[in-house]
């Protein structure tokens, strides 16, 4: 299984909404990432989990509100967002931070409204 | 830290052509490099990447790709191009130390005419 799962693929809210994007990997990856990506343009990393712990937070709004339960799941909780939220979210997974090789799910397409 | 810049934002080839997609990187030390392809609203695929050893390295669907350490480039390029080769092409660059990762250059649009 080479499948970085992403669910849903596509999500509408309203700006008072409370949600959650979901991510699964079955690969044995200790490394996951949460990207954002807005159209037209390369995805911008948000956050880094190793070994289920928070590594890298790239000075994300805290509307957006990452957890990673254990080492095959990741979410992405997220509250009070903005119409400029709108994006393209993607999960990614590796082996481990020093192994860069990521990856990347389908996606979930979020629109705020 | 790391950059990258693909100086290219949009290329047209006709199916059958030859390509070559630029990449050019910034990093102080041996870099892991790497080229995605991402299909229109769909995640990134990774096509080939450079670690170490051989420079001309293969990837999936008939790419490869050259790393030249004096022109700091990762070039990407196939003999012959078809319609399903329309996407989007990311390169990318890692880093080896830790806690550090991936930076993506802006993307070059491919478009194949029939």
Excluded at chain 1, 6 to 28: D, R
Excluded at chain 1, 40 to 54: D, G, I, Q, R
Excluded at chain 1, 89 to 97: G, R
Aim: hydrophobic content about 35%; overall charge positive; proline content about 6%.
């Amino acid at each position: 299984d080479t499948e970085v799962t992403q669910t849903p693929k596509h999500l509408v809210m309203g700006m008072t909404n409370k949600k959650s994007l979901k991510c699964e990997q079955h690969m044995g990856h200790r490394a996951m990432y949460w990207y954002k990506q807005k159209a037209k343009k390369p995805p911008e990393l948000m956050f880094v989990y190793s070994y289920e712990k928070l590594s890298i937070n790239e000075s994300v709004p805290s509307r957006f509100s990452p957890e990673c339960p254990n080492s095959s799941l990741l979410n992405l909780h997220l509250h009070a967002l903005q119409p400029e939220d709108s994006a393209l979210y993607l999960c990614a997974s590796s082996h481990a931070l020093r192994d860069t090789e990521a990856f990347f799910g389908q996606g979930t397409r979020l629109t705020v409204v | 830290a790391q950059s990258v810049t693909q100086p290219d934002i949009h290329i047209t080839v006709s199916e059958g052509a030859s390509l070559e997609l630029r990449c050019n990187y910034s990093y102080g030390a041996t870099p892991y490099l790497f080229w995605y392809v991402q299909s229109p609203g769909q995640g990134l695929q990774l096509l080939l990447k450079y670690f170490s050893g051989d420079t001309l390295v293969q990837g999936i669907k008939g790419f490869e790709a050259e790393f030249k350490r004096s022109q700091s480039s990762f070039n990407l390029r196939k003999p012959s191009v078809h319609w399903s080769d329309a996407a989007e092409y990311f390169c990318a660059v890692g880093a080896k130390n830790y806690g550090q990762n991936f930076v993506f250059g802006p993307g070059t649009r491919l478009s194949v005419l029939p």
